[in-house]
């Protein structure tokens, strides 16, 4: 599954934004779908990820109550809905698909070309 994300942008502090992860030639329902962020000079850290099946969902302590991971298996995407977004939220935003459902970014085989989101008034 090679995966694109899509949906970044610049928004001030307060803002919102909605990623998008598409696969290209496969099906996503199958697969756990993570996002993960990265900033210059931090590691990757984990962001929030969802099942396949039951539609479990898992978020870092610094987004939740502020980001929603949702799928959408007719539509083959995964969305993450970011609202009350702060400076901290910057930086690259990757998805990743696996065969497991794990917060761990190296459980993830499949990734994406990330989208920079920048928060900044």
């Known amino acids: 599954v090679q995966l694109q994300a899509s949906g970044g942008g610049n928004v001030q502090p307060g803002g919102s934004l909605r990623l998008s992860c598409a696969p290209s030639?496969?099906?996503?329902?199958?697969?756990?779908v993570g996002w993960f962020r990265q900033t210059p000079g931090k590691e990757r850290e984990g962001v929030s990820c969802i099942s396949p099946d039951d539609g479990s969902t898992w978020y870092a302590d610094s987004v939740k109550g502020r980001f929603t991971i949702s799928r959408d298996n007719a539509k083959n995407t995964v969305y993450l809905q970011m609202i009350s977004l702060e400076p901290e939220d910057t930086g690259v935003y990757y998805c990743?698909?696996?065969?497991?459902?794990?917060?761990?970014?190296?459980?993830?085989?499949?990734w994406g070309q990330g989208t920079l989101v920048t928060v900044s008034s």
């Open positions: 990743a698909s696996s065969t497991m459902f794990s917060r761990q970014s190296t459980r993830y085989d499949r």
């Open positions: 030639g496969s099906t996503l329902g199958y697969y756990a």
